[in-house]
């Protein structure tokens, strides 16, 4: 009697010690917004090194995910299977998030390295005061080349990509806006526009450039261009950036009739968990010696004017990469709401079809 009297006993300690700790932990979390963090980033868009530093520095374990483009990424976000901590959207679509009530207000005494960005890259129509948002990587959409491969052209005018001697050989990102804003810019009018017969003249002018598209595709774009299975690229700057490091016989160009300038920004969405944590990692990405490790590693531009410094001069003053952001026409992406950028998706998709 006496045994199993003990043995109630040593039950009942073990569970009150379990539902302890449980309760202890539970409350830490909501302290500390817990052990994990969630990340949603681009692919191909980060130094894994930099998660490991992270995790290190902080104990936080980051889960990390990668989408291919805004839309994709805003689906997600919206049908809140996961959940995360942390995502980077392009500007347009910060504007988008902010406005559909998506993302949570950041608390900036929570982020001091934010006085490490260039002030050119805050304070944004997207997103005024960087109420929701904080720059990660910028950049432009040119044309990258392989001169070998492309004869005497030079890339001058967005309306080369239409010469003959291209059949087959060009590839484009698979992005709605940058395709189609190439068509728009290659007749003068704004990445911006929504006049329906502007739009349709754009679509009709890609669908003429049909012959000389070879394949429409993800970040594989870089590896198909460096190993030159095709000459010419429509790309996003820092793709260039890597393409041309792992080939240097292809450069970059920004055609004269002008381009987009993008930023990507980390933000919070809305049903984060670890508020806390997502804070220390947007912080911990404003790290000058941060910041530049990881525009050296990815290739991308950063907007952050203490890493700038400590780049390489090689990198920091190549102006195909850094260029003088008032010497040459660029726009940046606007929110054209909901329905707009839907008709935009569903002509790049009319295009795709009608490559096929
Ligand atoms: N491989 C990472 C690519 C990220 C590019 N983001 C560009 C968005 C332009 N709207």
Same mark, same amino acid.
Do not use: C
């Given at each position: 009697?006496?045994?199993?009297?003990?043995?109630?006993?040593?039950?009942?300690?073990?569970?009150?010690?379990?539902?302890?700790?449980?309760?202890?932990?539970?409350?830490?979390?909501?302290?500390?917004?817990?052990?994990?963090?969630?990340?949603?980033?681009?692919?191909?868009?980060?130094?894994?090194?930099?998660?490991?530093?992270?995790?290190?520095?902080?104990?936080?374990?980051?889960?990390?995910?990668?989408?291919?483009?805004?839309?994709?990424?805003?689906?997600?976000?919206?049908?809140?299977?996961?959940?995360?901590?942390?995502?980077?959207?392009?500007?347009?679509?910060?504007?988008?998030?902010?406005?559909?009530?998506?993302?949570?207000?950041?608390?900036?005494?929570?982020?001091? =390295? $934010?006085?490490?960005?260039?002030?050119?890259?805050? /304070? &944004?129509? %997207?997103?005024?005061? #960087?109420?929701?948002?904080? +720059?990660?990587?910028?950049?432009?959409? =040119? $044309?990258?080349?392989?001169?070998?491969?492309?004869? /005497? &052209?030079? %890339?001058?005018?967005? #309306?080369?990509?239409?010469? +003959?001697?291209?059949?087959?050989?060009?590839?484009?990102?698979?992005?709605?806006?940058?395709?189609?804003?190439?068509?728009?810019?290659?007749? #003068?009018?704004?990445?911006?526009?929504?006049?329906?017969?502007?739009?349709?003249?754009?679509?009709?002018?890609?669908?003429?450039?049909?012959?000389?598209?070879?394949?429409?595709?993800?970040?594989?774009?870089?590896?198909?261009?460096?190993?030159?299975?095709?000459?010419?690229?429509?790309?996003?700057?820092?793709?260039?950036?890597?393409?041309?490091?792992?080939?240097?016989?292809?450069?970059?160009?920004?055609?004269?009739?002008?381009?987009?300038?993008?930023?990507?920004?980390?933000?919070?969405?809305?049903?984060?968990?670890?508020?806390?944590?997502?804070?220390?990692?947007?912080?911990?990405?404003?790290?000058?010696?941060?910041?530049?490790?990881?525009?050296?590693?990815?290739?991308?531009?950063?907007?952050?004017?203490?890493?700038?410094?400590?780049?390489?001069?090689?990198?920091?003053?190549?102006?195909?990469?850094?260029?003088?952001?008032?010497?040459?026409?660029?726009?940046?992406?606007?929110?054209?709401?909901?329905?707009?950028?839907?008709?935009?998706?569903?002509?790049?998709?009319?295009?795709?079809?009608?490559?096929?």
């Amino acid at each position: 009697m006496k045994q199993l009297a003990q043995t109630f006993l040593a039950i009942f300690v073990i569970a009150f010690a379990l539902m302890y700790t449980a309760h202890y932990m539970n409350a830490s979390e909501g302290l500390t917004g817990g052990n994990t963090l969630t990340v949603y980033n681009w692919g191909d868009y980060i130094d894994p090194e930099l998660i490991t530093k992270f995790e290190e520095e902080t104990g936080i374990k980051v889960i990390y995910q990668t989408f291919d483009s805004n839309e994709a990424m805003m689906t997600k976000i919206v049908q809140g299977g996961t959940t995360f901590d942390v995502a980077v959207p392009s500007e347009y679509a910060v504007d988008k998030m902010r406005k559909e009530n998506l993302l949570l207000p950041l608390d900036h005494s929570k982020l001091p =390295g $934010i006085s490490n960005i260039n002030p050119r890259f805050m /304070n &944004l129509a %997207f997103d005024p005061g #960087n109420q929701y948002s904080v +720059p990660y990587f910028w950049g432009t959409v =040119g $044309i990258v080349y392989n001169p070998e491969l492309t004869g /005497n &052209l030079t %890339f001058k005018s967005w #309306n080369d990509l239409w010469d +003959p001697s291209l059949k087959n050989k060009i590839m484009f990102v698979d992005g709605a806006r940058e395709i189609l804003g190439m068509s728009l810019n290659s007749m #003068n009018y704004s990445v911006n526009d929504t006049n329906e017969e502007h739009l349709q003249a754009a679509l009709a002018k890609l669908q003429k450039l049909t012959p000389n598209v070879k394949a429409i595709v993800g970040d594989e774009i870089k590896m198909l261009l460096a190993n030159e299975e095709a000459a010419v690229g429509i790309v996003w700057s820092g793709d260039a950036s890597e393409i041309i490091d792992a080939n240097d016989k292809l450069t970059y160009v920004l055609p004269e009739e002008g381009t987009n300038l993008w930023s990507d920004n980390m933000v919070i969405p809305k049903t984060a968990k670890n508020i806390e944590g997502a804070h220390k990692f947007i912080n911990f990405m404003l790290d000058p010696a941060n910041a530049a490790q990881n525009a050296e590693y990815v290739g991308y531009s950063t907007p952050n004017e203490k890493a700038m410094k400590l780049l390489p001069e090689e990198i920091s003053s190549d102006e195909r990469f850094y260029p003088d952001l008032n010497s040459m026409k660029l726009e940046v992406y606007e929110n054209l709401g909901k329905k707009m950028l839907a008709h935009y998706n569903e002509l790049f998709l009319e295009f795709k079809m009608h490559k096929k």
